[in-house]
Every structure is written in C-alpha cells, then in structure tokens.
C-alpha cells in the first residue's frame, strides 16, 4: 500500500476512535455532573420547602383533604407566640381526623406504653367507627370533636351550619359512648381563613355550650405531606415540643399518614426519656389556642 494511502487511512481510524470516545464518554460524563447537581437542589428543595411552609401554603387555596390539611399545618406554623410559665413538662398528644382503619393500631400502640392522649373524630355513623369511639372513651383517653362533616364549605358556611354541625356529632358521641364530649378542634384551626363567619362568634357559641377549644403548638407536619420519613415527623415533634413547657401536639389519624403511626413508639420512648408526662386532654389542661376571645 502506498504510504500517502496508509497515512490516510489512519486519520481516518484516529477520526473514529476520538469519535466514538466522544460520543459515548461525554454524554456520561454530563449525566452523571447532572444527576449530582439533581441530588443536592434536591436537598435544598427539601430545607427550603421546611423553611418556608408558611409562603407555600399561602398560595393554596381550595378544599380538597390535602389542602384542608394544610389549612391546619399553617394556622400550626403560625402559633410561635404561645409561652407558658408551668414547672411540669406536658404532652397532649392530639390525633385529628379519626376514627380511621389504623386508630386501633394507634390505640394499641398507647395501651402498650401505658399513654392516653386525645382523639379529635369526625362523625361516622357505620358500626366499626362507633365501635372505635367507644373504645377511645373505655381506654380512658379523651374523645374530643373535630366536626360532623370536616367539609369546611359547609361548616364555616354560616353561624347556624357550624352550630348545626356540632350538635350533630355531640349527640352522636354521646348516643354511642354515653359521654358528652367537651373538647374541639376546629377544622384548619381557629386561625383558619376558610370560615365566612367570625372565628370569635363561633368561639362564643361553643363558650356558652360548656365546649372548650384547643389548637395546637407543636406538630409533626403530617398534614403537609405524606412524604414525611418517620424520623422526620419526630424530629419536627420534638422541635417543637423542647420549645414549650406544655405542647400540645398535632398528628392525623388517617390511612393516609401510616408514616405517623409507624413513628408513634419510638415519640413515646423520647418523650418520656426527656421527662415529659403524657396526658389526655382534660379540664386542667392549660389551653393552647390560636384566637382568644378577649
Ligand atoms: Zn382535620
């Protein structure tokens, strides 16, 4: 073979080789300086997104369950300005949104570690449901309402809906467990911006029935996301709770939010390591709301 033939034909092998080495090592090298810089905006979305649930939430609007849920997240968020002067060290632990198909897992859990907490139902009337609140008062734990309905279009509707709706659920508490249930939870919490009638009408309402009202101070974050790892949710938990001398906690009893559950024994084991008594709610109870009547 001629040498000017030769020496073409290996610039052309060289032209190939280079080429092909290109093609396939660059697009992986990109891929991979991608997937790396994916993985940390992906972290920094996460601490942003903790950060600032306040801002997100406020551009929901709406009244699907998830955002419902928010509604109570925020008005959680927004209660940094309750401080008490007590010695003891208190925990409420506060379910909302039960009887569901795992509150007798969660009554389980309690009764295994000797705790009794706070159950804020809605009103179910099929059999397992009434089995369910019946429970929650034998067990001795506190059965408080969180509305017949949850649906905040209707509730929030007018004096009269909201009125209505806790008589509804009173009465079916009491026809089913034989107690008068003296404790509420509004739905998104008294700070809630869905209620077209004054929070404070409402408040004086159920001030003048003998009901008392709770909000919240700490929580788990739950209502924001069912993405939430279990040792999340506890950590958000205890945050909070190391803040105050007495907490009351927010946490969902919904198949939805299985994570909270699967968190509840090793809360318990924390909180009663760093010396906090559980307690259900009860007239001694020092209260934790978000709008005051005076
Ligand atoms: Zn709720």
């Not at 073409?8 to 997937?35: D, E, G, H, M, W």
């Not at 903790?50 to 939430?57: A, M």
């Not at 000797?114 to 734990?141: C, L, P, Q």
Request: aromatic share 8%; charged share 25%.
């Amino acid at each position: 073979m001629e040498p000017a033939r030769r020496k073409r034909i290996n610039r052309y092998k060289q032209f190939i080789v280079i080429s092909f080495l290109a093609l396939t090592c660059i697009p992986c090298f990109v891929s991979i300086f991608l997937l790396g810089k994916v993985n940390k905006l992906e972290k920094e979305i996460t601490l942003i997104a903790r950060e600032h649930t306040v801002e997100q939430l406020e551009l929901l609007s709406g009244s699907s369950l998830e955002q419902e849920m928010n509604e109570e997240a925020l008005s959680g968020v927004l209660s940094t300005d309750i401080k008490d002067n007590q010695e003891e060290k208190q925990v409420y632990l506060t379910f909302d949104d039960g009887p569901s198909e795992q509150t007798d897992e969660i009554l389980d859990i309690l009764k295994e570690h000797n705790v009794k907490a706070t159950f804020f139902v809605i009103g179910k009337t099929d059999a397992e449901s009434k089995r369910i609140y019946k429970r929650i008062v034998e067990e001795g734990h506190t059965l408080g309402m969180h509305s017949y309905t949850h649906d905040y279009q209707k509730i929030y509707a007018s004096q009269e809906a909201f009125e209505q709706d806790v008589t509804k659920l009173s009465d079916l508490l009491y026809d089913t467990t034989g107690v008068r249930p003296k404790y509420y939870r509004f739905p998104g919490g008294s700070s809630n911006t869905v209620s077209r009638v004054p929070v404070k009408n409402l408040i004086q309402y159920l001030n003048e029935e003998g009901i008392t009202y709770y909000d919240w101070n700490a929580l788990n974050g739950d209502a924001v996301t069912k993405e939430i790892s279990c040792a999340q949710l506890n950590r958000n938990i205890l945050k909070d709770v190391r803040r105050y001398n007495v907490s009351i906690v927010l946490m969902h009893d919904l198949v939805q939010r299985h994570n909270t559950v699967k968190a509840l024994p090793s809360l318990i084991k924390q909180l009663k390591k760093e010396g906090y008594e559980l307690l259900p709610i009860s007239d001694s109870t020092p209260v934790i709301q978000h709008v005051k009547l005076k």
